[in-house]
């Protein structure tokens, strides 16, 4: 805070300065350096990252619960007290107890239920902190060897690209290009350490479980394609990036690549979200 020749507080704010990053060509060169949005100049509070992940996920997350009638479908009686039996709800006929929850085939004793809240509520401001928090992560080149991203020494990130990048179609041509920008590693890392996932849901479609590694940001839906068949690699469009894109499991510091014209539109929407 500065003070005004009379002593007293001064109510201008004094933003932290833009930073610069260099824009990379295909073959890896640096063509230019761009400077990129202030938001990328917040501090990192991953508090606040972790906080919206997590009501993200939360608020996606589907009610589930049991039958109203699991466990109840049976024709039961009690024959009363004094007969010498505990009082469990027995079939007809029968000394097979049923129904009870301490009984084969009775009704759960605490099922989950329908109608249970899952939702998290976060505040709009403490949304879009994290948001520009999550994207001033990706700078950190700390950060990112702390998620487990193997990339090279100095390099500068994020990694901004020049707009060919969201033309590649072809897989190969996509490692070709990791390659020249010594990313390829990061990528054999996923390959490597996707093991079997343990428990119920190899049950459920969720066979496998893949470390996440690079993030490519584009322009608009459908660009860059040859980057999804990768192991761990998102390709996400601007427009629908999210902090738990920039920070998945609420771990800021993911090794993000944008394109130019990504990097334009980001601009362009974080000032459209300024209050």
Known sequence: MTTTPHGRPSEVEHHPPHHRAPVLALDGSSTEHVQ??????????PDLIRR?????????????GTSPTAGL????????????????PRLMDSMRGAQAPNTVGGRPAHPPR???????KINTKERKKAFASALA???????????????????????????????????REAVSLLDRLNLASDVER???HSHLRAGRGK?????RRTPRSLLVVTAGPGQ??????LPGVDVVDVRRLTTEDLAPGGDPGRVTIFSRAALSSLAERLEGQKP
């Not at 990129?36 to 509070?45: D, H, I, K, N, T």
């Not at 950060?143 to 487990?148: D, K, P, Q, T, Y």
């Not at 390099?155 to 590649?168: K, M, N, Q, R, S």
């Not at 860059?224 to 068949?229: C, I």
């Open 114 to 120: 329908t109608d249970r809240i899952w939702t998290l």
């Open 137 to 171: 992560a990706t700078r950190e080149e700390r950060l990112a060897r702390a998620r487990g991203h193997a990339i090279p020494e100095g390099l500068t990130l994020p990694l901004i690209v020049e707009p060919g990048i969201e033309a590649i179609r072809e897989t």
């Open 36 to 45: 990129l949005p202030l938001a990328f100049s917040e501090p990192v509070r």
């Open 203 to 207: 049950r459920r479609g969720r066979v």
């Open 190 to 192: 996923a390959q490597d």
């Open 52 to 64: 919206a992940v997590l009501a993200a996920r939360a608020n996606r997350r589907q009610a589930y």
């Open 73 to 88: 479908r049976h024709s039961v009686q009690w024959s009363g007290k004094g007969k010498g039996v505990s009082r469990t």
């Open 224 to 229: 860059a394609s040859g980057f999804r068949n």
